[in-house]
C-alpha cells in the first residue's frame, strides 16, 4: 500500500514537474530582449545616477580619443618656442608648456595612449587570471596549490617596485609597459575567481548537471565559469582605472612611456620641473587622470550593485 | 596556538624564498649591462671581462641563483652596491626608518579618520552625511598621489611657504608626505569600512540585539564594529606591508631618501645586489606583517581559533580512520 501510494506521488510530481517545463518553454519563446539579465542589470545600473555620468564620461573620452584629430585644435606636437609656458587663454585652453606644444591638444591624443593602456593592460591582466583562476579551481589539489603558492609570492612584492622590474625587462615601449602593468594584478583576479568558483560549485545546478552526466569540461565552461563572471566583470572596470593610474606612475618615474608621446603622466612628469613659473602643466594632465580612474570607478561601483544578487528584489 | 604560530612561520619560507627567486630570475633576464654602467662606455673588452668575472657575472644563471641564495639566507649578508660599494643592508637600515615613519604615519591616520568615517557612513546609509562620505572616499581613491602630492606642494610649500617641499630635515617635512600618501589609503579603508558595516547590521545577531531592545549605540559598537572591523584589519595590514616599498612616487616627488628611491635608483643602474636585498627584505616585512595582523586575528576572533582546532580535530579523526582501514 505504501509503495502504491509512492508511485502515484511521484506520478503526480513528474506530470506537474512536465507541465510545468512546458510553461517555462512557452514562456522562453515568448521571451523578448527586456527580459533578458543583461537588460535587468543594465536597469538597475541606470537607476544609479552617478554611475550613469562617470559612464557618460568615459564614453566622452572614448570619443575624444577616436575623433583626437578633428578635435585637437593644434598639432599636439607643433613647438613654438615664442610661444612657451604660456597660461591658459583663448587661443591655448589649457596653456602651453615649455616647448609651446598646445596642452589641450595633447591631453586629447593623450587619451587614446592613457585609455588604450588601461584597457589592455587590464584585459591581460584578467584574462591571465581567469585561466589560472580556473586551473586552480578545476583541478583543485597540487595545481590548486602551487598557483596559490605562486601567487602569494607575487603578492609580497610591493605593486609598483614588481611593476618597475618587469618594465625593465621587456623595455619602455606601449605593450611593454601594458604587459608589467598587467603582471601584478594577476594574482588577484585569479584569487577572486577561485573564491567565486568554490561557491558556484557548490549550487544546486552544478549538481544537477553533474547528475545527467555532464563532462567535467561542460560543467566548467557552460556552468561554472558563465556564474563567475560578476565580480570578475566589476573588478576589471575598477582595473582599468587603477592601470592608468599605475601608468601615470611608471612615466612619472621616467620608465613608463616617455616623451614625447602625450601619455598624461608623461606630461606630468616633463612639467614637474616648472611647478614653480607655470604649474598648469601639471595641473591639466593629472587632472584628467584622475577624472578618468573616477569615472572607471563609478561605473564599477554602479555595475557591483548591478549585478549583486542580495541587493536583488 | 603554538603550534599555529609553527606552522604559520614555516609556510613563509617557501614564500620568501620564491620571492628571491623570482626576483633574481626577472633582474637576470633584464636586458642592460651592468658592468657598462659601471665603468662607462671607455673600457676594452679585457677589463669588460675582468670587471664581469669579479662580480661573478659570467657564470651560469643556476650557479649564481645558489650563490645569491647561500649568501642571503644562509650568511644573512645582502652584499655591496656595485655602484658606490656600500653596504646595501647598512644602507636599507638606514633608509627603512624614514619609509616606515611614512607607512605607519599612513595607517594610524586611517585608524583614525578612515574607520569612523565609514562608520557614519553606513549608520547613515542612504542619507546626505552616507552620499558625503561616499563621494569623499571614491574621490580620494581616484586622484593619483604623485600629483596630489606636487598640488600640496604647490600650494603649501611655493606659495604659502608654510612647510618644505623636500628633504627631511624637520619633523615637519614628512607632513606633506604623509598626507600625500595617505590619501588613497583612506578612501578605500573608509570604503571597505562602510561595506563590512552594512553587512554585518543586516546580520540576524544585530537584529536579534535589536529585538531585546540593545540600545543602538551599544549595538553599533560592541556588536556590529568588532565584527566588521575583521577584513578592514588585514586591508590595513597588507596596505601597512605593501607601502614600506610602496611609496616610490612619493619619495620620488619630496626628494626622500627613504628604501623605495634607493630601490628604483637600483632597478634602473642594474645595481643586481641592491635590488635583490632591497625587494627580499621587504617581501619579508610583507609577510612577517601579515603574520602578525593574521596572528592578531586569531587571538582575537574565538571563531578562527575554533576553526584551527577543529582542523585539528579532523586530521586526528581521519588519521584514527586510516589507522582503523589499514587494521
Not at chain 2, 642594474?270 to 619579508?284: E, F
Request: contains cysteine; positive net charge; proline residues 5%.
Amino acid at each position: 500500500m505504501p509503495e502504491l501510494n509512492v508511485q502515484a506521488e511521484t506520478q503526480e510530481r513528474d506530470r506537474h514537474s512536465h507541465h510545468h517545463g512546458h510553461d517555462h518553454h512557452e514562456k522562453a519563446v515568448k521571451r523578448s530582449w527586456k527580459d533578458s539579465n543583461f537588460y535587468g542589470v543594465m536597469q538597475r545600473f541606470a537607476k544609479n545616477k552617478v554611475s550613469v555620468v562617470g559612464l557618460i564620461i568615459i564614453i566622452l573620452l572614448v570619443l575624444t580619443a577616436i575623433f583626437a584629430e578633428q578635435i585637437a585644435p593644434y598639432n599636439y606636437r607643433r613647438i613654438d618656442p615664442a610661444h612657451a609656458n604660456q597660461l591658459p587663454s583663448a587661443a591655448h585652453w589649457f596653456g602651453t608648456d615649455a616647448q609651446g606644444r598646445d596642452i589641450f591638444s595633447r591631453i586629447v591624443f593623450g587619451a587614446r595612449y592613457s585609455l588604450s593602456i588601461g584597457v589592455i593592460a587590464s584585459l591581460v591582466g584578467t584574462l591571465l587570471g581567469i585561466l589560472f583562476g580556473a586551473l586552480a579551481g578545476f583541478f583543485g589539489g597540487w595545481v590548486e596549490t602551487v598557483i596559490l603558492r605562486i601567487c602569494d609570492i607575487i603578492q609580497s612584492i610591493p605593486n609598483i617596485l614588481l611593476c618597475i622590474c618587469v618594465s625593465q625587462v621587456f623595455g619602455s615601449g606601449f605593450f611593454a609597459t601594458a604587459m608589467a602593468l598587467s603582471v601584478y594584478s594577476i594574482p588577484g583576479t585569479t584569487r577572486l575567481l577561485r573564491a567565486t568558483m568554490m561557491s558556484v560549485r557548490e549550487q544546486e545546478f552544478v549538481e544537477a548537471a553533474k547528475a545527467i552526466d555532464c563532462s567535467p569540461m561542460r560543467i566548467m565552461f557552460k556552468h561554472i565559469l558563465p556564474n563567475c563572471m560578476a565580480p570578475l566583470i566589476v573588478s576589471f572596470s575598477m582595473a582599468i582605472g587603477m592601470k592608468i593610474m599605475s601608468s601615470a606612475g611608471l612615466s612619472f618615474l621616467g620608465l613608463g612611456i616617455q616623451e614625447p608621446i602625450p601619455e598624461w603622466g608623461a606630461m606630468i612628469s616633463a612639467g614637474r620641473r616648472y611647478l614653480r613659473v607655470a604649474p598648469h602643466l601639471v595641473i591639466f594632465p593629472g587632472l584628467f587622470v584622475a577624472l578618468v580612474v573616477l569615472s572607471f570607478n563609478l561605473v564599477g561601483d554602479g555595475l557591483r550593485d548591478a549585478l549583486d544578487p542580495k541587493l536583488r528584489k | 596556538m603554538t603550534r599555529y604560530i609553527i606552522k604559520r612561520l614555516l609556510m613563509l619560507i617557501p614564500v620568501i624564498l620564491g620571492v628571491a627567486i623570482l626576483i633574481f630570475t626577472i633582474m637576470y633576464f633584464t636586458p642592460g649591462d651592468p658592468v657598462k654602467l659601471i665603468a662607462g662606455d671607455t673600457m676594452t673588452a679585457e677589463q669588460h671581462d675582468q670587471i664581469a668575472h669579479e662580480l661573478g657575472l659570467d657564470q651560469p644563471y643556476f650557479t649564481r641563483l645558489f650563490k645569491f641564495l647561500k649568501q642571503t639566507f644562509i650568511d644573512f649578508d645582502l652584499g655591496t652596491s656595485y655602484i658606490d660599494n656600500s653596504s646595501v643592508s647598512q644602507q636599507l637600515f638606514t633608509r627603512l626608518p624614514r619609509t616606515a615613519i611614512i607607512a605607519s604615519v599612513c595607517c594610524l591616520l586611517q585608524i583614525i579618520i578612515a574607520i569612523p568615517l565609514g562608520v557614519t557612513a553606513a549608520t547613515h546609509q542612504g542619507g546626505f552625511l552616507d552620499s558625503f562620505c561616499i563621494v569623499l572616499a571614491i574621490i580620494a581613491i581616484s586622484v593619483p598621489s604623485f600629483w596630489i602630492a606636487m598640488m600640496f606642494i604647490l600650494l603649501f610649500s611655493l606659495r604659502l611657504d608654510w612647510l618644505p617641499s623636500f628633504g627631511i630635515d624637520h619633523w615637519y617635512s614628512y607632513i606633506l608626505p604623509c598626507a600625500a600618501n595617505c590619501l588613497m589609503g583612506l578612501g578605500s579603508t573608509a570604503r571597505q569600512t562602510r561595506s563590512q558595516m552594512l553587512e554585518v547590521i543586516r546580520s540576524d545577531y544585530v537584529v536579534t540585539a535589536r529585538a531585546k531592545g540593545v540600545p543602538e549605540r551599544t549595538i553599533l559598537y560592541s556588536h556590529a564594529l568588532p565584527n566588521a572591523l575583521i577584513p578592514v584589519i588585514t586591508h590595513l595590514g597588507t596596505q601597512f606591508g605593501s607601502a614600506l616599498g610602496g611609496t616610490v612616487v612619493i619619495e620620488t616627488v619630496f626628494s626622500i631618501p627613504g628604501v623605495g628611491y634607493y630601490m628604483t635608483n637600483a632597478i634602473s643602474n642594474r645595481d643586481y645586489p641592491v635590488v635583490l636585498g632591497g625587494v627580499t627584505l621587504l617581501a619579508v616585512l610583507f609577510c612577517l606583517v601579515v603574520f602578525l595582523v593574521d596572528l592578531i586575528y586569531a587571538f582575537i576572533d574565538p571563531r578562527i581559533k575554533a576553526q584551527y582546532e577543529g582542523s585539528q580535530k579532523k586530521r586526528l579523526k581521519k588519521t584514527e580512520k586510516r589507522g582503523k582501514a589499514y587494521a
